[in-house]
């Protein structure tokens, strides 16, 4: 089985295509796993909410869900929206394959930037690696699952995920110089890490909605940003 997350039942409708359904918001409630037919694979459906919090939390009762009633999860995919750093590169309403998500909010604060490997504590060792502010996540094809057209560029790029989202300048170009980011969301590192402690491949897709940092109303468009959620699960054949 397949489980589909997304922060918000925003994301979720917009993503999960209606075919014979006529779903609502309503369909996805928060923290609950909806049945849902993933092309020819059965999966799940789960809404975890805003934010890193919210996402670890979710992941961990939706896994937990998952397990006692007896299904067998073998991925996770986890789509939404993204800020860019750069709309000449990564512009409105353009999809990205996620490949590595960086929290840059852990490890030891100097006083002028955190520095994961300074802190004397990993999040996390499995004997063969430590988790510190840095995951790399699965393309489509770790999945057993290959993308049909040119509406998800398969390079890949770096994520940062942050509990504050940046409206500075002077943040943003911090950020960009430490991490030399492409886009910036709430919950992929969560998810992921989540999906890591439980042994599964996480494959992480977002939409671009807007600038980060300060941006006009031309450096915005969240409705259209939704509606290109709608050509993730085309691409990966998951209808």
């Given amino acids: 089985?397949?489980?589909?997350?997304?922060?918000?039942?925003?994301?979720?409708?917009?993503?999960?295509?209606?075919?014979?359904?006529?779903?609502t918001e309503s369909d996805f409630p928060l923290l609950k796993p909806v049945p849902l037919r993933l092309g020819k694979e059965a999966g799940v459906a789960c809404v975890t909410g805003v934010g890193p919090v919210n996402a670890a939390l979710g992941m961990g009762i939706t896994l937990a869900q998952c397990s006692a009633a007896g299904q067998q999860l073998r991925a996770v995919i986890n789509v939404g929206l993204a800020g860019s750093f750069d709309l000449g590169r990564w512009p409105l309403g353009s999809l990205h394959v996620v490949r590595e998500e960086i929290w840059p909010e852990y490890g030891l604060h100097d006083g002028r930037q955190v520095v994961a490997q300074a802190f004397g504590y990993p999040?996390?060792?499995?004997?063969?690696?430590?988790?510190?502010?840095?995951?790399?996540?699965?393309?489509?094809?770790?999945?057993?699952?290959?993308?049909?057209?040119?509406?998800?560029?398969?390079?890949g790029v770096r994520s940062l995920t942050v509990?504050?989202?940046?409206?500075?300048?002077?943040?943003?170009?911090?950020?960009?110089?430490?991490?030399?980011?492409?886009?910036?969301?709430?919950?992929?590192?969560a998810v992921a890490y989540a999906a890591a402690r439980a042994g599964l491949p996480c494959l992480e897709i977002r939409s671009v909605s807007n600038k980060v940092g300060p941006r006009t109303a031309e450096e915005k468009d969240f409705p259209g940003a939704l509606r290109q959620l709608g050509r993730i699960l085309p691409a990966l054949n998951l209808v």
Wanted: with cysteine; proline share 4%; hydrophobic share 50%.
């Fill in 163 to 189: 509990a504050g989202v940046s409206a500075s300048v002077l943040r943003v170009q911090h950020l960009r110089q430490l991490y030399a980011p492409a886009l910036e969301n709430m919950e992929g590192f």
């Fill in 123 to 155: 999040q996390w060792s499995d004997g063969r690696q430590e988790v510190r502010d840095r995951l790399s996540l699965a393309g489509p094809a770790e999945l057993g699952l290959a993308l049909r057209g040119a509406a998800i560029g398969e390079a």
């Fill in 1 to 23: 089985m397949l489980l589909l997350c997304a922060a918000t039942a925003a994301e979720m409708l917009a993503a999960v295509p209606a075919g014979g359904a006529s779903y």
